[in-house]
Each structure stands twice: as C-alpha cells, then as structure tokens.
Nanobody, 121 residues
Framework: QVRLVESGGGLVQAGGSLRLSCAPSGSIFSINDMGWYRQAPGKQRELVAQISSGMITNYVDAVKGRFTISRDNAKNTVYLQMNSLKPEDTGVYYC???????????????WGQGTQVTVSS
C-alpha cells in the first residue's frame, strides 16, 4: 500500500518560513497533479496550492506571493515553500496526489497523514 509521507511542519513565529515536503512511500508508476491542502481548527479542509505534471501552478488567493509549490518529478516529490507566515496559516497541512500505481491502473487520489504548522503571533 502506497502512502504519501509529509515532513517539514513545525512551530514558527509570524514572518518566518517553513518548507514542506511530500513523497510516496513505495513504488509507483506515475503521478499526475499534486497539491497541498490545509485544515484549520473548526474549519473545512481547503486547497492551498496545486501543481500539474506539466508544472502549471494554482494558489488560493490568501497565499499568493508568499507560498511557492514545486515538484521534482525524478524524486516524485512535491514541496511547499511558505514565507511570510501569518497566524492564520496555522493548521494541519495535507499532501494530495493523483497516483498511478502500475501501467494498467488508473490514477487515484492519495492523501498524506498531515503535518502540523503553527504560526505564533
């Protein structure tokens, strides 16, 4: 069973930076879109940023100009560089990816277990 494994969360002061990473734990055939979602306490999970296999990116307005999503296709890894962090960025950040496990399979959505990001004021 393939899992997405995230790393890089933590506690940071407002104005600081963090870099999240996410990669599948086992062997896969290919990955299509990858993205990061977040869920703040008492709120629904929301899309933060997406990146296609062709490197086209999309951001929620609240993080434009502060966050950068990127991917290394050779390593099957997606990154989220978060700069100028604000207390409202606090939440659990989840990695998401459309993964094809074998040549004959379809792409299916996989989720990571989540990593906590806490921004203090």
């Amino acid at each position: 069973q393939v899992r997405l494994v995230e790393s890089g969360g933590g506690l940071v002061q407002a104005g600081g930076s963090l870099r999240l990473s996410c990669a599948p734990s086992g062997s896969i055939f290919s990955i299509n879109d990858m993205g990061w979602y977040r869920q703040a306490p008492g709120k629904q999970r929301e899309l933060v940023a997406q990146i296609s296999s062709g490197m086209i990116t999309n951001y929620v307005d609240a993080v434009k100009g502060r966050f950068t999503i990127s991917r290394d296709n050779a390593k099957n890894t997606v990154y989220l560089q978060m700069n100028s962090l604000k207390p409202e960025d606090t939440g659990v950040y989840y990695c998401n990816a459309l993964i094809k496990l074998s040549r004959s399979s379809n792409h299916y959505t996989h989720w990571g277990q989540g990593t906590q990001v806490t921004v203090s004021s």
